[in-house]
């Protein structure tokens, strides 16, 4: 066997929202088909930090509190926590990150891939503390970098994979060179997004309870659910519309089953958290609506789901390039509120343009994204050093 095939992948994520443990769960399986003698794993950061006695147990806090809030749509201070994460970052000295690196001492990656922003620098030089010649690779989950050192730290050596031209231009004008600033065509999604609609959409939708004579629309606002779910299944339930409803609750149950209660002139059904990709779902909509999220806006452009997003309040920080993307492109559009999401359905039900213009941004950036991770992890060579315990 040629040993360049046998590498050690870690991708890392954190579990703040959903976007990043799906772009992480994405960029795994098109790995694990692409280069099957690879070990590709998926890693949640914080176990990484638990090895540093006190950024485990305050990252995990913060994570979960930052979650909590996004269920209640009511993210108070984005920036703080922003802040807080860098500060936290930036007092891990260098004993810290040693005690980080003995995550890596028994099988050291031969390249870490990171959808997780703020904490690459310390991350990436645990992993160089066990193995100096690593490659390690950023793959941006937002439509710009929000603010600085979020997303490129052009201090640290590492390849980044820029989805947007925003991105890539943004990374240009820190100064990281071009033979470290990969552009792909798009952010990267689950490889189900591009597999073909059924062709047996209206008995599924007789199956779901639903009637497949009327145009149907998807609402969801991540892995998490939202309060917004509900908020907006009273909106179009008053509204009188002639559509069929599903609605993907996420882990919020209480959400789901007040979804179930609300007195509703249209079909529909409300499920709970879905483990894998919302896709087929997708495939069956009409429309969709959510939040301007990275890969709520990626999985409905794939599948050709004009979206309607709620402009973002909590996130607007991280959130308002998405929302400006999804404007200029014209695939969707952006409702301010709640009571803006009825009218838009009228919109986009009257009018083929949108579904014309997400057609147009079709791409396939998740398996452009594989073939440069290809390339790059080629030409690493794994020799690993020893890891002194302070």
């Not at 860098?86 to 990656?109: C, F, M, N, T, V």
């Not at 690593?134 to 989805?163: M, S």
């Not at 400006?324 to 014209?330: N, R, S």
Request: charged residues 20%; glycine residues 6%.
């Amino acid at each position: 066997m040629n040993p360049d095939s046998r590498k050690q992948i870690a991708i890392v994520y954190f579990d703040a929202a959903s976007g990043h443990r799906s772009a992480a769960a994405a960029l795994k399986r098109v790995l694990d088909e692409d280069y099957p003698a690879w070990q590709t794993d998926t890693i949640n950061i914080v176990d990484v930090f638990d090895h540093h006695k006190r950024l485990g147990p305050v990252a995990r806090y913060g994570i979960d509190r930052f979650n909590r809030q996004l269920k209640k749509d009511r993210v108070f201070d984005l920036n703080g926590h922003i802040n807080l994460g860098l500060l936290s970052h930036d007092l891990l000295k260098e004993r810290g990150i040693r005690q980080l690196a003995r995550y890596w001492a028994d099988a050291p990656p031969d390249a870490v891939v990171s959808v997780t922003p703020m904490y690459n620098p310390a991350l990436f030089q645990s992993v160089r503390m066990v193995n100096p010649k690593a490659i390690c690779i950023t793959i941006p989950v937002d439509f710009e970098q929000p603010k600085a050192r979020y997303w490129f730290t052009p201090k640290t050596e590492q390849h980044y994979l820029n989805g947007t031209e925003r991105l890539w231009q943004q990374a240009r004008q820190l100064g990281i060179p071009d033979s470290h600033n990969h552009r792909l065509s798009g952010m990267i999604a689950d490889p189900a997004c591009y597999l073909p609609a059924p062709p047996n959409r209206a008995e599924m939708l007789r199956q779901l309870g639903l009637d497949p004579a009327l145009p149907t629309g998807l609402m969801s606002f991540g892995g998490q659910g939202c309060t917004l779910l509900l908020d907006t299944a009273k909106v179009v339930a008053g509204s009188k519309l002639a559509v069929n409803m599903l609605f993907l609750c996420g882990r919020s149950d209480n959400v789901r089953r007040a979804i179930e209660q609300i007195p509703a002139p249209y079909p529909r059904l409300a499920l709970g958290y879905l483990p894998d990709t919302p896709v087929p779902y997708l495939h069956l909509a009409d429309f969709a609506i959510g939040k301007p999220g990275t890969m709520t806006i990626t999985e409905a452009l794939i599948t050709q789901t004009p979206l309607i997003a709620i402009k973002s309040r909590g996130m607007r920080l991280v959130q308002r390039g998405n929302e400006e993307w999804l404007v200029e492109k014209g695939v969707g559009i952006l409702a301010d509120g709640v009571r803006e999401v009825v009218p838009a359905i009228r919109q986009i039900l009257s009018s083929d343009d949108y579904r014309q213009r997400t057609a147009e941004h079709l791409h396939r950036a998740i398996y452009e994204a594989a073939a440069i991770l290809g390339r790059l992890v080629g030409r690493a060579s794994s020799v690993p050093g020893p890891l002194t315990t302070p």
